[in-house]
């Protein structure tokens, strides 16, 4: 398993964690929403407004296939799961992480962040969009690690210890 995929809802710490997690195993750190902007030149609500999600989703996928089996650790965006596809990809090219949270924690991370699909939009509409991709992030992953109460830095202790155990 060469590539440490990071998944989960927007709020779930895969952006903040995912550096920890990368410099323990001096390993290089990918965000794969930092790749789609820097190959449109927009910003994720951007790309949304221009291409709609399904252009957004294929821009995802392409960075996913490009990303995949790379000695990387990599945040993904917390839709990801919803092409079946991509969920093969995810699970035959690394160990898949979920960073789990409730809504309730997530929302409270994400209040009105820029750049955030869901960001000021309401917690209602964060939970419901997790009650709906809980089942594919528990179908994608090949482990859960809850991020509620606990510092960006257990979380990434946890993940380092969860991949040094796979292999």
């Keep these: 398993m060469a590539t440490l995929w990071l998944i989960g809802m927007m709020g779930a710490g895969k952006s903040t964690v995912g550096p920890l997690v990368a410099a323990r195993l001096g ?3 990918i965000d794969l929403d930092e790749v789609i902007t820097a190959e449109s030149g927009r910003s994720i609500p951007a790309v949304f407004a ?3 999600e399904a252009g957004f989703r294929r821009r995802e996928a392409a960075a ?3 990303t995949a ?3 990387a650790v990599v945040a993904c965006g917390g839709g990801i799961v919803v ?3 991509n969920v093969l990809r995810l699970r ?3 160990l898949v992480a979920w960073l789990a949270a409730p809504a309730a924690v997530l929302a409270g991370r994400v209040k009105d962040g820029a750049g ?3 960001a000021g939009k309401g917690g209602g509409e964060l939970a419901a969009r997790l009650a709906e991709r809980e089942p594919a992030y528990a179908a994608a992953a090949h482990c859960r690690v809850e991020t509620a109460g606990r510092t ?3 979380v990434a202790e946890e993940v380092v210890r969860l991949w040094n155990s796979s292999r």
């Design 27 to 29: 390993r290089p750190f």
């Design 50 to 52: 221009a291409e709609g």
């Design 64 to 66: 996913l296939a490009a």
């Design 69 to 71: 089996g790379s000695e």
């Design 83 to 85: 092409d079946p596809a």
């Design 92 to 94: 035959r090219s690394g």
């Design 116 to 118: 955030r699909p869901l």
């Design 152 to 154: 960006a830095e257990e």
